[in-house]
């Protein structure tokens, strides 16, 4: 399903991260009053009302420090306008309007996108004071304190009817084993795709919508059907002169919520940036099968190899499940050897294991290193099954299971990928504790019983 998008925008500290957790009801954006907290963007998925779910993005505050458009924070910020479908430009009503927020309103006017002007922290603010932001011309201010939850309901109605209606794309969309290509812009994806498919990608399928949706691409090796789903966008006419793609990740979310393996490329000569380490962070929060393709791999002397490596075993280390390849997609080689991986992948994040097997392995677990105990009670794990796959869940049943220490959950995960010889897959470990039944009634006394308790605590008194 694409979700219709939210930007939040506006100079540091107008209150965008509160009215951010205040949608979506959470504290996923940090909170201060100090400027420019606010670096990278914020996604979450929240539901205006009954009916209508959508993706918020929370930006980092612009400033003219530099220059309103080129500058890092403000390059961010316009590729989330460039995803939206409304933008909330936020100001605050207690500083009135300033010359950057004038500089702003020109250059949002310029987007011909759907504005709602939000003025933010108006808690007894009289509206009629709220007449100068009409200069901006961007239409009706909307009064709201994002930190009190005013005006919020006011700000949802008004912005309903500016929302398209999601999009929701067939099942048959993905045939066998769907592979997402993810990875920065400029690294290699589409030369990568067009290497697997052996032409420039004539059986695209270019589903209709924005520049944000993915492209899937069925297409059949050796007897097994994949589904290859390249986030490189449908590009507008008018967008295609750029070389480097613009980075996305409402095209990221998309494509993993729909995929089984995901191929992550990333460029030798750059190794890990921070643009990547994000994307392995959603891959991992999804529970993904995972495979890092290292691109470019052939232009690199022997040296400049094994520092990449060195490098790499430290920096995925909190992707230790992952495999590592070494390709070069402009010339193929190492492309051929991705399928046995992707085909392994696919059968162990998707695999069903009998219980009985669970639990010898949890047998041998508890015999190699018995649970800790935890405020002073020892953990009794019982017995496991297997609840889920994509990733493969595991429920594990016992008594004191609300606090498992990290590195004990971390010893079964190691232990149960190992003995089921899972491969480039993680594993996600639930916990059930068993409840007293009778915690919470009280044993009602007979008539008989409450004589026999009076004559011994008056016993238990004359003894004293």
Same mark, same amino acid.
């Given at each position: 399903?694409?979700?219709?998008?939210?930007?939040l925008?506006?100079?540091?500290?107008?209150?965008?991260?509160?009215?951010?957790?205040?949608?979506?009801?959470?504290?996923?954006?940090?909170?201060?009053d100090?400027?420019?907290?606010t670096r990278d963007?914020q996604?979450?998925?929240?539901?205006?009302?009954?009916?209508?779910?959508?993706?918020?993005?929370d930006?980092?505050?612009?400033?003219?420090?530099v220059?309103?458009?080129?500058?890092?924070?403000q390059?961010?910020?316009?590729n989330?306008?460039?995803?939206?479908?409304?933008?909330?430009? +936020? /100001?605050? *009503?207690?500083?009135g309007?300033? !010359?950057l927020?004038?500089? #702003?309103?020109?250059q @949002?006017?310029? $987007?011909?996108?759907?504005i709602?002007?939000?003025?933010?922290?108006?808690?007894?603010?009289?509206?009629?004071?709220?007449?100068e932001?009409?200069?901006?011309?961007?239409?009706?201010? +909307? /009064?709201? *304190?994002?930190?009190?939850?005013? !005006?919020?309901e006011?700000? #949802?109605?008004?912005? @309903?009817?500016? $929302?398209?209606e999601?999009?929701?794309e067939?099942?048959d969309d993905?045939?066998?084993?769907?592979?997402?290509?993810?990875?920065?812009?400029?690294v290699?994806?589409?030369?990568?795709?067009n290497?697997i498919?052996?032409?420039?990608?004539?059986l695209?399928i270019?589903l209709?919508g924005?520049?944000?949706?993915?492209?899937?691409?069925?297409?059949?090796?050796?007897?097994?059907?994949?589904?290859?789903?390249?986030?490189?966008?449908?590009?507008r006419?008018r967008?295609?002169?750029?070389?480097?793609?613009?980075?996305?990740?409402?095209?990221?979310?998309?494509?993993l919520?729909?995929?089984h393996v995901?191929?992550?490329?990333?460029?030798?000569h750059e190794?890990?940036?921070?643009?990547?380490?994000?994307?392995?962070?959603?891959?991992?929060d999804?529970?993904?099968?995972?495979m890092?393709?290292?691109?470019?791999?052939?232009?690199?002397?022997?040296?400049q190899?094994s520092?990449?490596?060195?490098?790499?075993?430290v920096?995925?280390?909190?992707?230790?499940?992952?495999s590592?390849?070494?390709?070069?997609?402009?010339?193929?080689?190492?492309v051929?050897?991705?399928f046995?991986?992707?085909?392994?992948?696919?059968?162990?994040?998707g695999?069903?294991?009998?219980?009985?097997?669970?639990?010898?392995?949890?047998?041998?677990?508890?015999?190699?290193?018995?649970?800790?105990?935890v405020?002073?009670?020892?953990?009794?794990?019982?017995?496991?099954?297997q609840?889920?796959?994509?990733?493969?869940?595991?429920?594990?049943?016992?008594?004191?299971?609300?606090?498992v220490?990290?590195?004990?959950?971390?010893?079964?995960?190691?232990?149960?990928i190992?003995e089921?010889?899972?491969t480039?897959?993680?594993i996600?470990?639930?916990?059930?504790?068993?409840?007293n039944?009778f915690?919470d009634?009280k044993?009602?006394?007979?008539?008989?019983?409450?004589?026999k308790?009076?004559?011994?605590?008056?016993?238990?008194?004359?003894?004293?």
């Open positions: 399903m694409g979700l219709p998008v939210i930007s925008v506006g100079r540091p500290n107008v209150g965008k991260s509160t009215l951010f957790n205040r949608l979506s009801r959470s504290r996923q954006a940090l909170v201060s100090f400027e420019g907290l963007r996604y979450a998925e929240v539901s205006l009302d009954d009916d209508t779910l959508c993706t918020i993005i930006t980092g505050g612009l400033t003219n420090e220059n309103l458009v080129d500058s890092g924070i390059g961010q910020v316009l989330a306008l460039e995803e939206s479908d409304v933008i909330y430009f +936020i /100001l605050s *009503a207690r500083d309007v300033t !010359g927020d004038l500089e #702003i309103a020109s @949002l006017r310029r $987007l011909k996108k759907n709602v002007l939000v003025c933010n922290k108006a808690e007894g603010l009289d509206p009629s004071l709220a007449a932001f009409y200069e901006l011309g961007l239409g009706e201010p +909307i /009064l709201i *304190a994002a930190e009190h939850g005013q !005006g919020i006011a700000l #949802i109605d008004q912005t @309903l009817p500016l $929302l398209p999601a999009t929701i067939e099942e993905v045939e066998g084993i769907a592979v997402a290509v993810l990875g920065r812009p400029n290699g994806k589409s030369t990568l795709i290497r498919l052996g032409e420039e990608r004539v695209a270019d209709p924005t520049t944000r949706d993915s492209i899937y691409i069925p297409f059949e090796r050796e007897g097994q059907k994949y589904t290859l789903i390249d986030t490189a966008g449908i590009r006419k967008s295609t002169h750029h070389k480097i793609e613009k980075f996305s990740i409402i095209k990221a979310i998309d494509a919520e729909k995929s995901v191929i992550l490329v990333l460029d030798a190794g890990v940036t921070e643009q990547d380490a994000t994307l392995l962070g959603m891959i991992a999804k529970g993904r099968a995972l890092i393709a290292l691109n470019k791999w052939d232009g690199l002397d022997d040296y190899k520092e990449v490596k060195r490098k790499l075993e920096k995925l280390s909190f992707v230790n499940y992952a590592v390849h070494y390709i070069s997609a402009l010339h193929g080689s190492g051929g050897k991705l046995a991986p992707i085909q392994q992948s696919f059968k162990s994040a695999e069903h294991h009998p219980t009985p097997l669970l639990n010898k392995i949890l047998e041998k677990a508890n015999q190699g290193h018995q649970p800790p105990p405020k002073g009670r020892r953990l009794k794990i019982k017995y496991v099954h609840s889920d796959v994509f990733p493969p869940t595991f429920t594990f049943h016992g008594n004191h299971l609300h606090n220490p990290n590195a004990y959950e971390r010893y079964l995960k190691n232990l149960f190992r089921l010889k899972l480039n897959t993680p996600r470990i639930e916990y059930k504790s068993g409840e039944p915690k009634k044993n009602k006394l007979t008539d008989r019983q409450i004589n308790r009076r004559r011994m605590m008056q016993f238990t008194k004359s003894r004293r």
